[in-house]
């Protein structure tokens, strides 16, 4: 069941998106503590023991575009931590043993069964490569459907390719990831279609995006989870997030003082989905 941290509020169904002064918000986000780029809604100190935990180990990253974004945070926040995380792109496999982040461009956006096949491959290939984490991670546009049931089956399919994996490479932990979410679209149509009950553009698909994500989380609680999502939706405030609510439960959404296209991250939202990621990969090796 999804989780909402802030419902305080007399109105339930209204929007918890704060669309004014986006700019001087987020700005805020990152300027909270100084000239920190934590961004304050982060645990600093407990983001340094892990990011000094992440700069001991080898951790594959499966991604497409809004990996990018994630690891551009991470870069910016291990320099500013002065932690020295390594992060090497590859294609085939790493040519070397040291620590670090290797990440390659994984399968076909829009076609996540084939991120899902790349990704076993490459973990089971006659040389088994050395790793101590691996994640993959979706992107937005592998779930931009508005049938539940896709959500379902591709939660699926992930889930026996987890299994696999977890019986043919024991040595590597693998940490599932939530799907990338997007920012409500608004229109002039947009009060309308709120006062007639059929959502802003866009929110049946991340209707879709969140029961995959309430799938990963309760079928994964307990051990380390990539949350991108819950990092995406944080609204830079105490519990605060981005979303909406559908037949009494919350679902989350990219906020917009996370993104500048909707989709991708910008440097607010980075911030926030590499700090979600240091921690989820570093935490991999001492949880279940």
């Not at 987020?26 to 023991?49: H, Y």
């Not at 089956?153 to 599932?176: C, E, G, I, M, W």
Request: a positive charge.
């Amino acid at each position: 069941m999804l989780h909402m941290t802030d419902m305080g509020m007399t109105d339930m169904k209204r929007r918890q998106v704060v669309v004014a002064g986006l700019t001087t918000v987020a700005a805020a986000g990152l300027s909270a503590c100084g000239d920190s780029a934590v961004p304050a809604n982060v645990d600093s100190s407990a983001l340094v023991a892990a990011a000094r935990r992440l700069a001991g180990i080898r951790v594959l990253f499966a991604h497409q575009s809004v990996g990018g974004n994630v690891l551009h945070g991470v870069e910016a926040l291990a320099q500013e931590l002065q932690i020295p995380i390594r992060i090497v792109d590859f294609k085939g496999l790493p040519r070397d043993r040291g620590p670090g982040i290797f990440h390659f461009r994984v399968g076909e956006n829009g076609k996540p069964e084939t991120k899902v096949d790349a990704f076993v491959e490459l973990l089971t290939r006659s040389e088994r490569p050395l790793f101590d984490v691996a994640v993959l991670k979706f992107c937005y546009v592998d779930l931009d459907v508005t049938d539940a049931g896709r959500a379902k089956s591709l939660f699926k399919y992930f889930a026996n390719a987890h299994q696999k994996l977890q019986l043919t490479r024991p040595d590597v932990r693998q940490v599932p990831a939530t799907m990338p979410l997007m920012a409500e679209i608004n229109t002039w149509k947009t009060p309308i279609r709120r006062l007639i009950g059929m959502g802003a553009y866009g929110d049946a698909e991340n209707i879709v995006r969140n029961v995959y994500n309430a799938e990963v989380r309760t079928t994964f609680r307990g051990t380390s989870i990539f949350d991108i999502a819950n990092a995406e939706s944080m609204e830079g405030g105490p519990g605060r997030q981005s979303g909406f609510m559908q037949n009494g439960q919350f679902m989350q959404t990219l906020s917009p003082l996370n993104t500048g296209d909707g989709g991708h991250l910008n440097e607010l939202g980075s911030r926030l989905a590499a700090a979600e990621f240091i921690r989820a990969a570093a935490n991999a090796l001492t949880l279940p």
